[in-house]
């Protein structure tokens, strides 16, 4: 099989389009989480509610809110994402437990198609939070490698002569209170990629997306 020839410093970027979607044959509509949220928003929610599947590429860094208006069309009510742990300033040493904020609304009728969220090593922090945040649609499947586990917000110190500490302000954790920090996201099929894979340009974990979505009938 001949090789592409590719500039390797960018080995590390994340893969999108100009669009922040493409179609994968008539009924799978792959979703780059980090793309167009709030211009193409609206346009990629109506999209999704026609097709049977829907793939979230979220191997990035996400930095949209906008990204969060999309729930109430997957979850059948109001759901919390995580719970912290935030440290009690009058108590030092001591921490509390804060349940996030609820997404999504009163649904009777959620999507009810497949969802699958692809996640690897290029997840680190917010990219974390958008997993465990996708992952609050019901029945939906994680598959990719072990994500970083760097959830959380860094607070930094200057030290002087422009040097400066940082440590992550609190803990994160799935509402159930498994830890994610150090540990990564969850993920439900361990996909791992290959020297092999890298020199040709493949994408094993989408190849998998699509081979779970055959046994399903969905192509």
């Given at each position: ?12 970027k ?18 780059y ?9 609206d346009?990629?929610?109506?999209l ?21 208006k999309i729930?109430?069309m997957?979850l ?11 440290i ?18 009163a ?20 990219g ?31 030290m ?5 500490i940082?440590?992550s ?8 209170k498994?830890?994610t ?11 791992k ?27």
């Amino acid at each position: 099989m001949p090789v592409t020839q590719r500039n390797w410093q960018y080995i590390n970027k994340y893969t999108f389009n100009d669009k922040g979607y493409e179609m994968i044959g008539q009924s799978i509509i792959r979703v780059y989480t980090d793309q167009y949220w709030g211009k193409n928003a609206d346009t990629i929610k109506a999209l999704m509610r026609t097709k049977r599947a829907i793939i979230f590429d979220a191997r990035s860094w996400m930095d949209d809110d906008a990204f969060y208006k999309i729930f109430d069309m997957f979850l059948p009510g109001r759901a919390p994402i995580n719970y912290s742990t935030v440290i009690m300033p009058d108590d030092p040493g001591y921490f509390k437990w804060v349940l996030s904020p609820k997404i999504g609304g009163a649904n009777s009728r959620p999507y009810s198609g497949t969802v699958i969220i692809l996640a690897d090593e290029r997840c680190q922090s917010q990219g974390e939070y958008t997993v465990m945040t996708l992952q609050t649609i019901p029945h939906s499947v994680t598959i990719g490698s072990q994500t970083c586990g760097l959830d959380g917000v860094d607070s930094y110190f200057p030290m002087g002569g422009g040097m400066s500490i940082s440590h992550s302000g609190y803990g994160i954790y799935y509402p159930d209170k498994t830890p994610t920090q150090q540990r990564g996201v969850r993920i439900d099929i361990q996909v791992k990629k290959s020297v092999k894979n890298i020199i040709r340009d493949e994408d094993p974990a989408l190849q998998e997306a699509l081979k779970y979505l055959e046994t399903k009938d969905i192509r």
